[in-house]
Structure formats: structure tokens, C-alpha cells
């Protein structure tokens, strides 16, 4: 970790204000860019440098009192069309392998750059490619970006690359390319060394180098996951991430997380990455990484993160002292077993014999069971008092088989409870149930003082079965505390 003599980092409030101020200024810049190439497009000047020009808007804006949840901002952003001026000089090369004949689901995206400590990517690729089996490799394709220009390093690189998995580059799962940014003349500083310091160039860096994969994966699937070179994934990650995205389908998201926080593990639309990748070239110096994503789902209108509780991606630990310090690996929380808080449950599906709705709260082998529920059934937990939920996990069918299942259902968050205790006056989707089950962790919008009052499964669509609701857990705030 860094020495206690560094220079500290801003606080993530002030981090959080600045970063905002930037992104307005962002959005006009690029509105400004648009239109002086539908003007002069062959002609485009930059006489003004970005700063100078972030500050004029920046100032323009301040006036007009502009905040970036109005709903203004949030259109002009949704509105951004085509990729970023500066990719215009990209160039690609084809190292190794060709791309899939047809679209595929996911772009299994990776940057990787020569590291003098040694690289993991082969052995990030051995893990992805093992932990698959051969169905789901044929939904995806995996895109390797090396970034390095340095020619001998590169010819090494996809030696090792072409020998290790030769059959996958054959078989169009495995593409590997090079590229740059040749003649741009905007930002003049990319490949400027002089930083204020070490971590300031990684950052800009890595922002640069995934931009310029997934400006090339754009068209290559409906789906883009982003991955780092130094991770492991665990076994059938894919199907995983196929049954939640099946499940959230019909739901708006903008990244949906499967790691512990990270640059790892995240999910976009292909339709995304454009605005994305216009984001990451424009912010390549302002912030870092993982923040940028935040502010990206903020300005999409996901206001918490969506992050799935069992993280299929794990950091290799083979980080250098620098690597360390500027990419620190935020571990996993351990939150130990649930502490359910004492609670009611209601429901209005049917009742038999002496299984009462309580059975799906407490924490044993006892369960709830119903006949034939209809869309908009519900069971809902009522807690006596709000609780800071921070994760929630509802499991429903039977342990191994997965019989009896809700095949369609919903999990929703409740707050502000009615004076006769039915419920409460307000809900927020939490997730849709993936395979009869779900299991998240709880956000809260930043500077929320709201606590939960209820927990609400709703049934979205009848079904003529049995339903088992096995068991609803959830973990508080202050178990975390403990842990």
C-alpha cells in the first residue's frame, strides 16, 4: 500500500461534486465537437484547449444553477449519437484470430499492457476458457486489446496467445487485436509522461485502452463484459450471467455488477458503449476508473448500484507495490449469516393446514407453501422496527431439484409502513427472481437516511403448481459492522 507520507487522495464527496461539474461540461463539449464537424468536418480546429473551454462552459452552466438530476441533462445525455471525434483515428490491427460470423450474446472484453512484474493474462484466459463449457462459449466471443506498442513484446505476446489456444482462435471464440490512436490531435497529453504522478498515468491509461476495445466490440454482440487481466472466474460464470440477463431482459439496467467492487465483472449494452467510450476519452485524466462507471450509470438514471451477491470473478494476487496503490482491490465483505429482524409476514396467497407465511422468514428447514398462485399475489415481511438491509436473499422450489419454483416474480424494497401495519406506502424494485431465486446486495441513494420497512415478493405471472418459498434472509447494516 502507498506510504502515509503520500499526498491523501480527495474525499469521495469532493471527488463526487468536481466530478459532476465535469461531466456538464463534458456534455456541452461534446454537443460543441458534433457541430463543428457537421460544419466544417475535414476543418476541425481545436483553438481552444480543453481546459480553457471546460471552464467557459463550466462557468456558462454555474450561472443557470444546472444540476445533473435535472431531467434536461439526463435527456441531452441519452441523446449523445455516434463515438467520440478522437476515435475517428483509431486504428486497428488483427493479431490473432478473425471476428464471429454471426452477433453473438457477450463480448467477453479485455485490456491488457506489458507489466514488468510479470502478466496473468494467459492465466486469466486459461481460467475463463476452463471454467466454461462448450454451449456457452458458443454464445460469446473473447476480445484480448493489447495495447502495448511495443512491437517485440507484442509478437511475444500472441506467440504465447496463438500456442496456448490455438483451437479457440480457430473456432472465431478467441480474437486478439492491437490498437492506437494515430494523428489525433486531441487529447494532446495521452501519451504525455509528465503526470503529476504514477497512478495519474494508469488511470488515463487503462480509461484510453478499454475505450478503444469496446469502441471495436461495439458490433460484435448485444452484450459487453468487462474484464481486467488478472482474474480467475469461477466455474459456468457464463450461464450465470446469461440467466440474469434473461431475467432483467425487460427491466432497465445500465451495469449490472457480478464482482466485488471493481473494474471487473461489470455488464453494459452494446448500444452503451459508444456513450461510454465518448465518456472514458474525455474523463481519461479527471477521475478514476471505477467512479467514472458510477457516474455513468447515475447520468442513465440507475441510481443504486445492481450488484449480485456471489461475486463470479476474483482478483489473481499477483499486484505489485504500484499496482497496489493505484488499483487497491476493495475485498469482498464477509457478512457472516443472516440476522433476520424480528418481523410479521402477510399474504394473500392461500394458506393450507398449519404451513403458515411465517415459515418463509425464519431461519431453519421450515417453509412456506402454496397452490396455483396468481399474478399479483404477494408475501411480504413487515419488520417492527426499519432496518438498514444491506443484503437480501429469497430462495424459492426445492433445494436440489428446483421444484415447485415462482417462475416469474419480483422482489421489491418497502419504506414509510401504513398506520394499520398491511405494508407499507411505497416499494422500489429490488431484482426479478434468476431461476426462482435472487440474491443481492441493498443500495441506498447517496445521503439517504431511509431504512426499510418491508420486504415484498410479488408473483408476476400465474402458475398451476405447488410454490415453495423455502427461506427469506436478510443481513443489516449492523452485521456488517461486526464482521
Request: net charge negative; with cysteine; aromatic share 10%.
Amino acid at each position: 500500500m502507498g506510504d502515509s507520507s503520500n499526498r491523501a487522495a480527495p474525499g469521495p464527496s469532493t471527488m463526487h461534486h468536481c466530478l459532476w461539474k465535469y461531466i456538464i461540461v463534458a456534455l456541452s463539449f461534446i454537443f460543441l465537437s458534433f457541430f463543428l464537424q457537421e460544419n466544417n468536418e475535414e476543418h476541425l480546429e481545436y483553438s481552444l484547449s480543453l481546459e480553457e473551454e471546460k471552464k467557459k462552459i463550466l462557468w456558462q452552466l454555474d450561472q443557470e444553477r444546472i444540476s445533473f438530476e435535472s431531467k434536461n441533462h439526463l435527456d441531452t445525455f441519452k441523446e449523445m449519437q455516434g463515438n467520440s471525434p478522437l476515435l475517428h483515428h483509431a486504428n486497428y490491427k488483427f493479431l490473432a484470430g478473425a471476428p464471429p460470423q454471426e452477433k453473438k450474446l457477450l463480448t467477453v472484453g479485455i485490456s491488457s499492457v506489458r507489466n514488468p512484474h510479470g502478466s496473468s493474462l494467459l492465466d486469466t484466459l486459461q481460467s475463463l476458457f476452463q471454467a466454461s463449457a462448450e454451449p456457452e462459449l458458443n454464445c460469446i466471443v473473447v476480445l484480448v486489446h493489447l495495447s502495448d506498442p511495443d512491437p517485440e513484446w507484442l509478437s511475444q505476446a500472441v506467440a504465447n496467445i496463438s500456442g496456448l489456444f490455438k483451437p479457440h482462435i480457430e473456432a472465431q471464440k478467441l480474437l486478439v487485436i492491437h490498437s492506437c490512436l494515430s494523428g489525433s490531435p486531441f487529447p494532446r497529453d495521452l501519451n504525455n509522461v509528465n503526470h503529476s504522478s504514477p497512478c495519474e498515468a494508469r488511470y488515463s491509461r487503462q480509461k484510453v485502452d478499454y475505450a478503444l476495445l469496446m469502441n471495436f466490440a461495439i458490433n460484435l454482440s448485444e452484450y459487453f463484459l468487462m474484464l481486467e487481466d488478472n482474474v480467475h472466474c469461477t466455474p459456468k460464470f457464463i450461464s450465470t450471467i446469461y440467466w440474469a440477463l434473461s431475467a432483467w431482459k425487460e427491466l432497465p439496467w445500465v451495469i449490472p455488477e457480478f464482482s466485488s467492487p471493481s473494474f471487473s465483472g461489470k455488464v453494459f449494452h452494446t448500444s452503451d458503449l459508444s456513450r461510454l467510450t465518448s465518456f472514458f476519452l474525455l474523463f481519461h485524466k479527471d477521475t478514476l476508473t471505477h467512479l467514472l462507471l458510477s457516474e455513468f450509470r447515475l447520468l442513465l438514471a440507475q441510481n443504486t448500484p445492481i450488484r449480485f451477491s456471489s461475486s463470479v470473478f476474483y482478483h489473481m494476487d499477483n499486484y505489485s507495490v504500484l499496482e497496489d496503490t493505484c488499483f487497491p482491490v476493495e475485498k469482498e465483505k464477509i457478512l457472516g449469516e443472516p440476522d433476520n429482524p424480528i418481523a410479521s409476514v402477510l399474504t394473500d396467497m392461500m394458506t393450507t393446514s398449519n404451513i403458515i407465511p411465517q415459515y418463509a422468514y425464519t431461519l431453519n428447514k421450515e417453509f412456506y407453501s402454496t397452490l396455483d398462485p396468481i399474478r399479483g399475489n404477494y408475501l411480504t415481511v413487515i419488520m417492527e422496527r426499519p432496518q438498514k438491509v444491506i443484503r437480501i436473499e429469497v430462495l424459492t422450489g426445492s433445494d436440489k431439484q428446483g421444484l415447485y419454483r415462482l417462475q416469474q416474480g419480483q422482489v421489491e424494497l418497502g419504506y414509510d409502513l401504513l398506520e394499520n401495519s398491511n405494508g407499507c406506502a411505497r416499494y422500489s424494485l429490488l431484482g426479478p427472481l434468476v431461476e426462482g431465486n435472487l440474491d443481492q446486495r441493498v443500495f441506498y441513494e447517496e445521503d439517504s437516511v431511509e431504512e426499510l420497512h418491508c420486504i415484498r415478493l410479488l408473483v408476476l405471472a400465474s402458475q398451476e403448481s405447488w410454490l415453495l418459498i423455502r427461506q427469506i434472509k436478510a443481513w443489516t447494516q449492523h452485521k456488517e459492522k461486526e464482521s
